[in-house]
Structure formats: C-alpha cells, structure tokens
C-alpha cells in the first residue's frame, strides 16, 4: 500500500485531500503508526529544507501544519480509545522550542492509548514543566525538542526533579533535535525514535508495575 498520495496531498498543504487519501489508507488496513511515520515525518523531513534562515515560507509551512494536525484528528477522534487512564505524563516544549506539531502528535497518541497528558504546550519553563509534574503526580515527563538549543535544558530535568522530591519520574525526550542523542547523553531515562516507541515504553513501565 502505497502513502506516496498522502505525502503528496500533505506537501501541498491541502488539508482535505489528505484527510481524505488517510481515510482511504487507514481503509486499506495501514495502521496509524505507518501513516505517522511513513507519511507525515517523512513530508516534514522535506519541509525542513524550507525552514531555514534563508528559505522560509512561513505560510507553506503552517498549510502543511494544519493539514497533518487534521490527518492526526481523522486518525484519531477526539476521546475515541480512552477508556482508562494509565497514569499521568507531562509534556512540553522546552524554553526557545515553539514547534509543537511532533508534541500535539506525541499527546494523540499516549491518549488514545489510555494514558493522561497534561500538555504545558511550547516555549514552556522548565519550573513551569516540574510544578505540573508535581502537581499532578505525574511518573513521566515527556520532552518534545525540535532545536538544538534546547539540549542543555534537557540535561536539567532530572537533576531539577531530585532536588524536588520527584526523582521516581522517567524523563522521556523525543523529536528531531533529539533523538540522535543517546538517553546517557541527554540524562533522560528514554529517547524515543517516535510517538509510537514512546508510548510502547511507557506503557511497559506502567503495566509492569500494575
Ligand atoms: C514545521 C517547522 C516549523 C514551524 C513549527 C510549527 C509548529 N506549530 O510546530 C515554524 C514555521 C513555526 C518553525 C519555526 C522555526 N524553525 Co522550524 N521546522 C519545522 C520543520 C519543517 C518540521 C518540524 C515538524 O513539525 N516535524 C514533524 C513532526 C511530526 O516531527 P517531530 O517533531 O520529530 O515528531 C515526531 C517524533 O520525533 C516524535 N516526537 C516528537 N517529540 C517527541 C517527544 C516525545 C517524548 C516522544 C516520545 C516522541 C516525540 O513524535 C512525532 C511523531 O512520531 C523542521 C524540519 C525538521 N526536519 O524537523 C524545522 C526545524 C525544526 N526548524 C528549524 C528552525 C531553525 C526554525 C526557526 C528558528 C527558523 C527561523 N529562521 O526563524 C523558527 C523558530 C523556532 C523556535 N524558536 O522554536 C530547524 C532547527 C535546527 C536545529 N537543529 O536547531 C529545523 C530542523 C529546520 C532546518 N532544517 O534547519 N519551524
């Protein structure tokens, strides 16, 4: 089954079309994680060619944006597979990081899986990111990195949540500035490839432990 229509349909930033050729793939029998992996990274890998100082289209990127955030909700519908909540996880972009595309994925995903996020959303503090975990008890704080900058406040997170009582939290970190780190290198507990990978090593810690 071919997803060549999709990243076309994605790249020109027509949003029903894609809609439509996900529905038509998903019909077909491929699997989200395909279409997430297969299709929608694989067109932004492109895209990032565009975004770069000097060649920027601002306008052609956003189409894009919002024909992948509409492709995410056709894939998954709004509450549909969350039935249980397996236990809480933060997640943000860090400081300086406004691209949330690969967060709001990330979000869909662990919540149709039955797992709760609490989404500080982007440009989001790392005191901002902790009091949440705090707050809300979470066993996971999920990272959504996209710039390069944001590393060295990466390899805070789990020296700020010792120094705040939380050191049971897993710190998980993903997204394209990211995931060529290793997990040591990073002092994160995992770095996941994608969405999917991150949730299936959430949810092995989750079901170990129940
Ligand atoms: C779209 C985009 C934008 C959009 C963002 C829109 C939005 N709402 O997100 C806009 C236009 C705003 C933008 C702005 C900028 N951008 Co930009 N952008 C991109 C682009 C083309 C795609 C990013 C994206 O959405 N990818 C698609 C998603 C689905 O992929 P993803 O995030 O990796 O997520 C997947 C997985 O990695 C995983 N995942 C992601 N996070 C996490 C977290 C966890 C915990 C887990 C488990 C999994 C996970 O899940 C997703 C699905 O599997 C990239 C190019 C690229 N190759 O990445 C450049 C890119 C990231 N941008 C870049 C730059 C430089 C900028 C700007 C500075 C440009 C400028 N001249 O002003 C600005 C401002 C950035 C800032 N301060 O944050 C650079 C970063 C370079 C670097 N290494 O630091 C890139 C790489 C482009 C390039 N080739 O140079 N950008």
């Known amino acids: 089954m071919s997803v060549e229509r999709l990243r076309e349909a994605l790249l020109d930033g027509d949003q029903n079309r894609a809609v439509l050729e996900a529905k038509r ?5 491929a699997p989200g994680e395909t279409i997430v992996t297969e299709a929608i990274e694989k067109v932004m890998e492109q895209l ?3 975004c770069t100082v000097e060649q920027f289209n601002l306008l052609e990127i956003m189409l894009v944006g919002r024909a992948v955030t509409a492709v995410m909700k056709g894939l998954f519908p709004e509450g549909a597979p969350c039935a249980t909540v397996k236990g809480a996880v933060v997640l943000a972009s860090l400081e300086g990081d406004v691209h949330d595309l690969g967060k709001n994925i990330v979000k869909t995903v662990l919540t149709a899986k039955g797992i709760g996020v609490i989404d500080c ?7 901002k990111l902790i009091e949440a975990a705090k707050r809300d008890n979470a066993r996971f704080i999920c990272i959504s990195g996209l ?9 805070r997170v789990k020296g700020l949540c010792l120094a705040r009582g939380l050191g049971q939290i897993r710190v998980v970190a993903g997204g394209a500035a990211l995931k060529q780190s ?23 810690i989750v079901e170990a432990s129940l």
């Not at 959303?121 to 005191?127: N, P, T």
Request: charge should be negative; glycine fraction near 10%; charged fraction near 25%.
């Open 25 to 29: 793939l998903v019909d077909g029998g």
């Open 48 to 50: 990032g060619a565009k």
């Open 147 to 155: 710039i390069t900058s944001v590393v060295p406040q990466v390899r």
């Open 182 to 204: 290793t997990a040591q290198s990073l002092n994160v507990d995992y770095v996941a490839e994608n969405a999917f990978d991150g949730a299936r090593y959430i949810e092995e």
């Open 121 to 127: 959303g982007k440009d989001c503090s790392l005191d």
